[in-house]
């Protein structure tokens, strides 16, 4: 047996749930072109050291891949770049040493990107995000695959921390305009003939923001946006957890207020959050939202994913929202990090992706006994909520979707164009092993 254990390759063993002398592990195998997993259940004598006496195998997969799907090709596309090396290759823990807190580094991290064509030269361009202190970058795709860093010559290398990016068109001219989550504010730029882009303004009403998403909510022609802020707390020498934490931590509602900026034309937004009913539901450490219309009513509807509990589906009706998750299902109480719409099982029907936690250590703690229920589902991983014409069911388990890792964002895509849209998840964090502590 230990022969052919070790034939796997690696192997983890992960311990999810202690049920008196009964242990429920989580075990993973890889080796080239081939992944194993399984759920065990072991029984064990009352003994001084406790001693196997049964094992059950309950779940088994074999994933067998005939070759790599991806490389790396970071290098080869923006390796040339004069700022790849001394910006883009440093990590946190490098940053952390070298900008102090006036410089608004943030050490969580989270920096997004946005993808579209800036330049109108029918190729993807990558605008990234980074921290305090260190600038934004643009790059623009060339046609032998390369990308040529130009954040500054367009007027977008700016320094504030920021979150997230969006490429939208906010004046209908036909461009990609800009729109980024800074620490000082929403900035928005505007596109100047593929060439450039201008900052027209900006909102500074959305304090400790983590992401961006936009829609033309209210059907006037025009895209709007909609930002998710994190934490309530915003303080000249802290920010996020330092400030306040999450109260209770599975159905906290002391975090940030959320904010629905209405297109006025001309690179003008107005807060029309509480004006259209955003503002119930609407202070949930809020990470990422998504909109679609789910209904089939002819306007966008918005989930948005929460971190510490409870999230939120807000049903659009001719413009005024109401948060109706718990009564189609969908609250999904939890860690909630992502968000996202597809539809899994071609039935025409929407369906509903949820990144969350995954985590063994978290799933013995909160299956003791004396745990409330509210609190056994934040470490349980990822949802998928089908739907259908009669509303939504849960089948993460089923689909066997729910462990990938410390999830952060994740989301639909039809890697191997067959038809059938896969899962991508980005995933991590801070861990070590320890071999004295399962």
Known sequence: ????????????FKVTRVENRTTHLHVEADRSGAEYSASWLTSWTDTKPPKLINL????????????????DATNTVIGKNPRFKPQVLHGIDHWAQQITRIGDLSLAGHHGLSVGDVDGDGLEDLYVCDGGSLPNQLYLQQPDGTAKEVALDWGVAWLEDSRSALFVDLDNDGDQD?????????????????????????????????????????????????????????????????ASSPTPFNDAENGGRNVLLSNLGGFQFADVTREVGLDQNN????FSASWEDYDRDGDPDL????DFGRNCLYQNNNGQFSNIARRAGVEDMAAGMSVSWGDSNRDGAPDLLIGNMFSSAGQRVSYQRNYEAGKKRMARGNTLFIGSKDGFQ??????????????????????????????VVTNGYLSNSRDDDL
């Open 1 to 12: 047996l230990l022969k052919k254990i070790k034939a796997l390759g690696k192997i983890k």
């Open 56 to 71: 059950t195998v309950k779940n088994f997969e074999t994933i067998i891949s005939k070759g790599p799907w991806f490389h």
């Open 178 to 242: 800009l729109v980024v989550a800074t620490i000082a504010m929403i900035a928005f730029a505007e596109n100047l003939d593929n060439q450039a882009f201008k900052l027209r303004g900006g909102f500074p009403g959305a304090p400790y923001p983590f992401s961006l998403s936009a829609s033309d909510f209210d059907l006037d022609g025009d895209l709007d946006i909609y930002t998710c802020i994190y934490g309530a707390g915003n303080q000249p020498k802290k920010r996020g957890f330092e």
């Open 283 to 286: 202070t949930r450490w809020s």
């Open 303 to 306: 989930y948005v994913a929460n």
């Open 394 to 423: 849960d089948a993460s388990i089923a689909s066997g979707i729910t462990n990938s890792g410390w999830a952060w964002s994740s989301g639909f895509a039809d890697l191997n164009n067959d038809g059938w849209e896969d899962i």
